[in-house]
């Protein structure tokens, strides 16, 4: 059984940076999309970023309108992780993000963003952004 689990979370003023990981256990995620999600205290969770498998011959990376050109999302199968690296943070940006993995490998971004086919959730992590 796969499990997820984020880190990197933290306090940060406007226009600082942080990287999340999202470190995979108990099984590889090489051959799936991951995506990143936000959620704000009595918001609805939203998609933030996705990234499909290395090996895909559709590989892409989205982001939601209100992250682009701010975050960049990334993996590294030899670790097993996906990253989140977020600079120019700001205040809006602040939520627990969660990784969450699919439940087949035929799943892709756009279905990730559109909460189709999410199986597996890490227990999020707590960015704060603070003047």
């Known amino acids: 059984q796969v499990q997820l689990v984020e880190s990197g979370g933290g306090l940060v003023q406007p226009g600082g940076s942080l990287r999340l990981s999202c470190v995979a256990s108990g099984a590889t995620l090489d051959y799936y999309s991951i995506g990143w999600f936000r959620q704000v205290p009595g918001k609805e969770r939203e998609g933030v970023s996705c990234?499909?498998?290395?090996?895909?011959?559709?590989?892409?990376?989205i982001y939601t309108d209100s992250v682009k050109g701010r975050f960049t999302i990334s993996r590294d199968n030899a670790k097993n992780t996906v990253y989140l690296q977020m600079n120019s943070l700001k205040p809006e940006d602040t939520a627990v993000y969660y990784c969450?993995?699919?439940?087949?490998?035929?799943?892709?971004?756009?279905?990730?963003?559109?909460?189709?086919?999410?199986?597996?959730w890490g227990q999020g992590t707590l960015v704060t952004v603070f003047s």
């Open positions: 969450a993995a699919p439940s087949t490998p035929v799943a892709n971004c756009h279905d990730l963003l559109g909460f189709r086919y999410l199986e597996v």
């Open positions: 990234i499909t498998a290395l090996s895909s011959t559709d590989f892409e990376t």
